[in-house]
T-cell receptor
Framework: GIQVEQSPPDLILQEGANSTLRCNFSDSVNNLQWFHQNPWGQLINLFYIPSGTKQNGRLSATTVATERYSLLYISSSQTTDSGVYFCAVDRTGAYNLFFGTGTRLTVIP | NAGVTQTPKFRILKIGQSMTLQCAQD?????MYWYRQDPGMGLKLIYYSVGAGITDKGEVPNGYNVSRSTTEDFPLRLELAAPSQTSVYFC???????????????FGPGTRLTVT
């Protein structure tokens, strides 16, 4: 299957700080999604972004498919941003998502 | 729209017991998926379905069975539960109009299963 690597594995931020999370993938992809898994285990769709740039409030994401990476930007972080952020891709010709191991974000007041 | 719903939320099984995890979606999606998430890991695909009556194996299908008799429902059956099946199970759905690959997947709230 396709390899999905996320960095950093862990991140601790002071409230109000900005951060960038990275996702590298090893093959051509059809789709790329970013998820936030909150402390209750729920998976929340953040972005569906196979290419280009999107913004949603304090969050934005950029995917450069030709160079096989995606970035998730979090600005003015809040304690409610804490949790694990997953990048997931589906390989050309397949239909399931391959997940990275995530970035665990902790935002402290 | 309720989106993707799963029941039960929690379950404890004894080794060797069987159970069915229920999943339903009301978004008229043709694709449905079952994933499992082990502690500290990302999700891995167990089975998926591209439409009623059509299912196929994912990365980790051993010990599970699925069926899809309707567009809305996609139950996952565990036969002879083993401790290795202790995990959180997520159901997901997406829409595809072939030949295009499916659009984004939407996930249910998960079922936390413990086998002792």
């Amino acid at each position: 299957g396709i390899q999905v690597e996320q960095s950093p594995p862990d991140l601790i931020l002071q409230e109000g700080a900005n951060s960038t999370l990275r996702c590298n993938f090893s093959d051509s992809v059809n789709n790329l999604q970013w998820f936030h898994q909150n402390p209750w285990g729920q998976l929340i769709n953040l972005f569906y972004i196979p290419s280009g740039t999107k913004q949603n409030g304090r969050l934005s994401a950029t995917t450069v498919a030709t160079e096989r990476y995606s970035l998730l930007y979090i600005s003015s972080s809040q304690t409610t941003d804490s949790g694990v952020y997953f990048c997931a891709v589906d390989r050309t010709g397949a239909y399931n998502l391959f997940f990275g191991t995530g970035t665990r974000l902790t935002v402290i007041p | 729209n309720a989106g993707v719903t799963q029941t039960p939320k929690f379950r404890i099984l004894k080794i060797g017991q069987s159970m069915t995890l229920q999943c339903a979606q009301d978004m008229n999606h043709n694709y449905m998926y079952w994933y499992r998430q082990d502690p500290g890991m990302g999700l891995k695909l167990i089975y998926y379905s591209v439409g009623a009556g059509i299912t196929d194996k994912g990365e980790v299908p051993n010990g599970y069975n699925v069926s899809r008799s309707t567009t809305e429902d996609f139950p996952l059956r565990l036969e002879l539960a083993a401790p290795s099946q202790t995990s959180v199970y997520f159901c997901a759905s997406s829409y595809s109009s072939l030949p295009r690959a499916p659009y984004e997947q939407y996930f249910g709230p998960g079922t936390r299963l413990t086998v002792t």
